[in-house]
Structure formats: C-alpha cells, structure tokens
C-alpha cells in the first residue's frame, strides 16, 4: 500500500528531470570598454527540445528599440555587428551605444517557451585636453583661482596641478585644491607664488591630457605710486579751482554775459517837463 503511494511521486520527480526549460546566461553582465573599440556582448541559451530557437537582441533606452530581430540587425547596428550563436559584438562603439541590452530567446517546442538576461554597457571615453583658465597677473594678498575642466571624459577626469613642472599637493597651508573639481584656490597670494602653471587631467583610460600652461606673475602693491597719483591729482584739481576763482574775480566771466535788451538805453530826459506850469496852479 505504502509503496502504492510513492509511484505518483516518483512520477512527478521523474516528470520534472526530464523538462529542461529554456535558460539563458550572459557571462559578464556589465561590460566596460573604451570608445571606438569592439564590445562583445555574450549570451548563451540552452533550450529543452527546440534546436532552432528565435534569438532577440533588443535596447532600453527611453523605450525598447530592436538591435537583433528576424536574423537581421537594425538601424544603426546594421553592418557593425556580428552574432554567433546569440552572443552579439559590436564593432568601433560610440556614446550612443552605451546603455541596458537584453538577450530573448524563444523556444516554441519547450515547456517553458521564453528566457531573457540583460547586459550592461558603459562606454568609456580617455580624457580630453582640459581648459585651464590661469591668470597672467595678481597683486599680494588677492584671492585667486586657477581652474581646470574637462567636460568629455567619463569616468570624469580627476586633476592635478603644476607650477614650475613640479606637482602640487592637495594640502598646503598657502592654497586649496579639490582635485575632483580642478579648482586651486590661493586665499592671500604672494611674490613666492609667481611661476608656470599647468593642470593634467586623468580617469584611468587612455593617457592623460594637459593643458598648455601660463606663467603667473604676483607683483606687490605699490603704496608710493598710489600716494604719488592721489597727490597729484589733489593738486590739479586745486590749480583748476584756483583759476576758475581768479577768473570770476577779474570778470572774465560777467564781460561775457549777454544781456536782452543791450545797446538800449532810455531817452535823455529834459528837467523842462518837470516845471509847474500855471495851468496847474489853482
């Protein structure tokens, strides 16, 4: 009765051996590799009975677009890829290449009819020559900034700075310098400063890049000459004043001042037609 029993079960354990569902693996879910080189994105399926499964390769992006369907590749992928057995290469990749894929094969005559694995790809760009903004002049004591970008690399660059060929350490007691943001700060500059300064860029691809360079000079502030040009100043406005005072009390500028009504004058007045007559006299 016992043994009855266990048939139905070891039916069912023999039943499940033998379907083998679709399966589908990628051997290296994110793949790395630099700009304009091959990628190779690998796929392997084992299927329970179909020996001719569809093969899908398919991008996310803002929606799913086809890269592989029908045996054929698509758009952009069309000449630059290769498949072999579902594993997909593509050939001299660009920015727009990196992102999510997915690998769907489809095994009509299996139990289990579909399996999918995705696979990453980050493109890596080497640095770019930096822009580097340095300043040819400062006065002791002024805050100045030396600053360093490279907006194309990815992974983004990381900086360094120069002066005199010689490298500068992120932590001085005369400057700051954030090496992720390439800026190199001097709070209070000094003649000692003076040099020629270049910035690197790196991000572990490729070799790293430099900027041209420029030689900053730091001058001091020239307190006399300032003192100088002040005074100077004082005294020209002063001999300004002093002339324009003078002139008025000469009457340089009243001889000058023209009246509406010159040349007029009233008629001379006779003192005849002021005298009583009789014909007023009561």
Request: charged residues 20%; hydrophobic residues 35%; contains cysteine.
């Amino acid at each position: 009765m016992t043994v009855t029993r266990l048939i139905p079960v070891l039916l069912l354990l023999l039943y499940c051996n033998l379907v083998r569902p679709v399966t589908v693996s990628t051997t290296k879910s994110t793949v790395e590799v630099q700009e304009n080189s091959d990628a190779e994105l690998s796929c392997l399926f084992k299927t329970e009975r179909d020996l001719n499964p569809r093969i899908e390769w398919k991008k996310k992006d803002t929606e799913v677009s086809f890269v592989y369907f029908e045996r054929n590749f698509t758009g952009a992928y069309r000449g630059r890829a290769k498949i072999e057995g579902a594993t997909v290469t593509l050939r001299k990749v660009t920015l727009k290449d990196a992102g999510e894929y997915r690998c769907e094969v489809s095994a009509s005559d299996d139990s289990i009819k579909l399996g999918e694995t995705n696979v990453t790809l980050k493109v890596l760009v080497p640095p770019h020559t930096p822009f580097c903004e340095i300043p040819s002049s400062a006065l002791t004591g002024s805050l100045v900034q030396l600053r360093c970008s490279d907006q194309y690399s990815i992974p983004p660059a990381v900086y360094t700075w120069y002066k005199d060929k010689k490298e500068l350490k992120s932590q001085h007691s005369n400057f700051t310098f954030n090496k992720n943001t390439g800026i190199l700060t001097f709070q209070t500059v000094t003649r000692g400063d003076t040099g020629q300064y270049h910035c690197e860029a790196r991000n572990g691809v490729g070799q790293p890049k430099s900027c041209v360079g420029n030689h900053m000079k730091i001058d001091d502030l020239n307190i006399p000459a300032i003192i100088a040009g002040i005074v100077v100043m004082c005294l020209v406005i002063s001999v300004c004043i002093l002339g324009a005072w003078y002139a008025h009390r000469q009457g340089y500028f009243s001889r000058h001042r023209g009246s509406p009504h010159a040349g007029y004058g009233p008629p001379p007045q006779d003192t005849q037609d002021f005298k009583h007559t009789q014909s007023f006299m009561l």
